[in-house]
T-cell receptor
Framework: ETGVTQTPRHLVMGMTNKKSLKCEQH?????MYWYKQSAKKPLELMFV???????ENNSVPSRFSPECPNSSHLFLHLHTLQPEDSALYLC????????????FGQGTRLTVV | GENVEQHPSTLSVQEGDSAVIKCTYS??????FPWYKQELGKRPQLIID?????GEKKDQRIAVTLNKTAKHFSLHITETQPEDSAVYFC?????????????FGRGTSLIVHP
């Protein structure tokens, strides 16, 4: 285990549903990320939170809404998704101010039907 | 922003051969270059990294080289084994107002045939 835990591991949702993905890190890091992994774009950065403030929003549609209540937790709220949003969503964390590796969670496999 | 190109997208080798994966980056401010390995169904994990004050780094069968002038860096795996089969990602991290946000290449699927 890398200290980054994501739940759920698998999620199937309809286009009208609302669901949330959760990420928790126990590494004492203060930067957290959401990545989308699909066949088209293997590791696409979505959002970055540094010291609980969003510092990067990589042109992500508003149907994805991130939330970072504290430095250990990161959520991705989903609503009215499209089938093309089906992908593996990976959370990662790192230590702000020090250029070191990112630790990834196991990911949530999302299927939109 | 940073742009990282990675080649090849697929690499097939025989067990015991060497494998080389190459990446280029665009932002001269990038100063940290990690390589991640992602096995099927698993998360990406760091295997080796290099910083801009170093030209080469080696860890057993894997090595990474960096050419800052040309803005390219490479991963070298010698004496490949079937368990090296995975997707490998390079990344470059420039500083963005004190934040280091890694930008990843598109990945290389390495297949090692026994």
């Amino acid at each position: 285990e890398t200290g980054v835990t994501q739940t759920p591991r698998h999620l199937v949702m309809g286009m009208t549903n609302k669901k949330s993905l959760k990420c928790e890190q126990h590494l004492g890091h203060n930067a957290m990320y959401w990545y989308k992994q699909s066949a088209k774009k293997p590791l696409e950065l979505m959002f970055v939170y540094s010291l609980e403030e969003r510092v990067e929003n990589n042109s992500v549609p508003s149907r994805f809404s991130p939330e970072c209540p504290n430095s250990s937790h990161l959520f991705l709220h989903l609503h009215t998704l499209q089938p093309e949003d089906s992908a593996l969503y990976l959370c990662a964390s790192s230590q702000e101010g020090v250029n070191t590796e990112a630790f990834f969670g196991q990911g949530t496999r999302l299927t939109v039907v | 922003g940073e742009n990282v190109e990675q080649h090849p997208s697929t690499l097939s080798v025989q067990e015991g051969d060497s494998a080389v994966i190459k990446c280029t980056y665009s932002d001269s401010a990038s100063n940290y270059f990690p390589w991640y390995k992602q096995e099927l169904g698993k998360r990406p994990q760091l295997i080796i990294d290099i910083r801009s004050n170093v030209g080469e780094k080696k860890d057993q069968r894997i090595a990474v080289t960096l050419n800052k002038t040309a803005k390219h860096f490479s991963l070298h795996i010698t004496e490949t084994q079937p368990e090296d089969s995975a997707v490998y990602f390079c990344a470059a991290s420039p500083s963005l107002g004190g934040s280091y946000i890694p930008t990843f290449g598109r990945g290389t699927s390495l297949i090692v045939h026994p």
